[in-house]
């Protein structure tokens, strides 16, 4: 399959002469230029919560040789997705979200992190991250500002070896998104409320379709990338939910999703 040229992308502004690119072109360019890539050869993408009821025999089951899967900050299931004999070779996306606005984010040292396995990940398929708001700052624990959030164990990661750091400085592999991306500028957050912004997985699931419908007009094709999320309950039946991501808003959009895209909750 040949891949198309992402450089001419659709303009719907035109400030001071120069076109602006529009919010499906701006969302396409957010992601890493491998993932880029790997959506145009692919048919799903697949956005995987993490939810303790997931398990690894119907991930075995559900996921699929075209599938490309966006995987949330310390993402379950690690070892699985490295190692298994067709998983570990789908193009992932890992998003890491800032932990408010500190230097931190969620996932990575030195915080709880599946570093170890993310270098297995990158040697057998495209492997691309994602982090909110700014690139990594290399911190140390005494940047984490709630250290009692996270207790440090003896198997945990603290410093971003080598091989993991080349992959945050390369713009192939890494990417950032603001929590403020125009794919979510109509978000109703909780103006009260310190760092209010849209959850990790309805952040992703806005862009991710907003990037697939750039990526239908680049190739001119009638059928769009299938969406399917995993795992992403509403708040009723699960226990813990910030109070600074607006639920009520999110659950109400998921409950009626566009063509080709489906929600499989778990409790």
């Given at each position: 399959?040949?891949t198309?040229?992402f450089?001419?992308?659709?303009?719907t502004?035109n400030t001071?002469?120069?076109?602006?690119?529009?919010?499906?072109?701006a969302?396409f360019?957010?992601?890493?230029?491998?993932?880029?890539t790997?959506?145009a050869?692919k048919?799903r993408i697949?956005f995987?919560a993490?939810?303790?009821?997931?398990t690894t025999?119907?991930?075995?089951d559900?996921?699929?040789?075209?599938?490309?899967?966006?995987?949330f900050?310390h993402?379950i299931?690690?070892?699985?997705?490295a190692n298994?004999?067709l998983?570990s070779?789908?193009?992932k996306l890992?998003?890491?979200?800032?932990?408010?606005?500190?230097n931190?984010?969620?996932?990575l040292p030195p915080?709880s992190?599946n570093?170890a396995?993310?270098?297995r990940?990158?040697?057998s398929a495209p492997?691309g991250l994602?982090?909110?708001?700014c690139?990594?700052q290399?911190?140390t624990?005494?940047?984490?500002?709630?250290?009692n959030?996270?207790?440090i164990?003896?198997?945990?990661i603290?410093?971003?070896p080598?091989a993991?750091?080349a992959?945050l400085?390369?713009?192939?592999?890494?990417?950032v998104?603001?929590e403020r991306?125009?794919v979510?500028?109509?978000y109703?957050?909780?103006?009260?409320?310190?760092s209010s912004?849209p959850s990790?997985?309805?952040?992703l699931?806005r862009l991710l379709?907003a990037a697939?419908?750039?990526?239908?007009d680049m190739?001119?094709?009638?059928?769009?990338?299938?969406l399917?999320?995993?795992?992403?309950n509403?708040?009723?039946?699960t226990?813990?939910?910030?109070?600074?991501?607006?639920?009520e808003?999110?659950?109400q959009e998921?409950?009626?999703?566009?063509?080709?895209?489906?929600?499989i909750?778990?409790?």
């Amino acid at each position: 399959m040949q891949t198309p040229d992402f450089s001419a992308t659709r303009s719907t502004n035109n400030t001071a002469g120069m076109d602006k690119p529009s919010k499906e072109a701006a969302a396409f360019a957010s992601l890493p230029t491998n993932i880029q890539t790997a959506l145009a050869q692919k048919n799903r993408i697949v956005f995987i919560a993490n939810n303790p009821s997931i398990t690894t025999e119907q991930l075995e089951d559900l996921l699929q040789p075209d599938d490309v899967l966006i995987l949330f900050n310390h993402f379950i299931h690690a070892d699985f997705f490295a190692n298994h004999e067709l998983i570990s070779t789908l193009p992932k996306l890992l998003f890491f979200r800032q932990i408010g606005d500190s230097n931190l984010h969620f996932g990575l040292p030195p915080r709880s992190n599946n570093v170890a396995v993310m270098k297995r990940m990158a040697k057998s398929a495209p492997l691309g991250l994602l982090l909110s708001n700014c690139s990594y700052q290399f911190p140390t624990p005494e940047d984490d500002p709630s250290p009692n959030d996270d207790p440090i164990t003896d198997d945990r990661i603290l410093i971003i070896p080598s091989a993991v750091k080349a992959l945050l400085q390369s713009d192939g592999h890494h990417g950032v998104l603001s929590e403020r991306h125009p794919v979510v500028e109509d978000y109703p957050a909780f103006q009260d409320i310190h760092s209010s912004a849209p959850s990790s997985g309805f952040l992703l699931y806005r862009l991710l379709l907003a990037a697939r419908t750039h990526l239908q007009d680049m190739q001119q094709t009638e059928l769009p990338l299938r969406l399917l999320m995993l795992g992403f309950n509403d708040n009723d039946k699960t226990a813990h939910f910030w109070q600074g991501h607006n639920w009520e808003f999110e659950r109400q959009e998921m409950s009626a999703p566009p063509p080709e895209v489906e929600v499989i909750r778990q409790y």
